[in-house]
Nanobody, 131 residues
């Protein structure tokens, strides 16, 4: 079973930068997507960014409009680490951040950041941004 573990959260100030890491293991297919999501108190979980592999679109990335230009998703050469570099943090970026894996047989264009497509989830890491 796919396992994911987030790390790197913390207490930051507005304008700071932070890098989250997601350790990925036991992926049973070459065609998948790793996404970063966040959930603030009282709000629904929202997609932040994702990176695609294999027939999902090798190396392609997708970003939510709210983070485009500030956040960057990347992965290590071995694909077992996926990073989310967050720059120019804002108080509204405060949330629990999760990484997740979509191991479906195909990519659904336009729905890449829909949490319903992801079948494996990590436990999350808290990011707090003070103004």
């Amino acid at each position: 079973e796919v396992q994911l573990a987030e790390s790197g959260g913390g207490l930051m100030q507005a304008g700071d930068s932070l890098r989250l890491s997601c350790a990925v293991s036991s992926v049973h297919t070459d065609d998948y997507t790793i996404g970063w999501f966040r959930q603030a108190p009282g709000k629904e979980r929202e997609g932040v960014a994702c990176i695609h592999y294999g027939n999902h679109g090798e190396g392609e990335t997708t970003y939510a409009q709210s983070v485009k230009g500030r956040f960057t998703i990347s992965s290590g050469d071995a694909r077992n680490l996926v990073y989310l570099q967050m720059n120019s943090l804002k108080p509204e970026d405060k949330a629990v951040y999760y990484c997740a894996a979509d191991t479906g047989v195909r990519r659904y264009s336009g729905f890449e950041l829909n949490p319903a497509l992801y079948d494996y989830w990590g436990q999350g890491t808290q990011v707090t941004v003070s103004s």
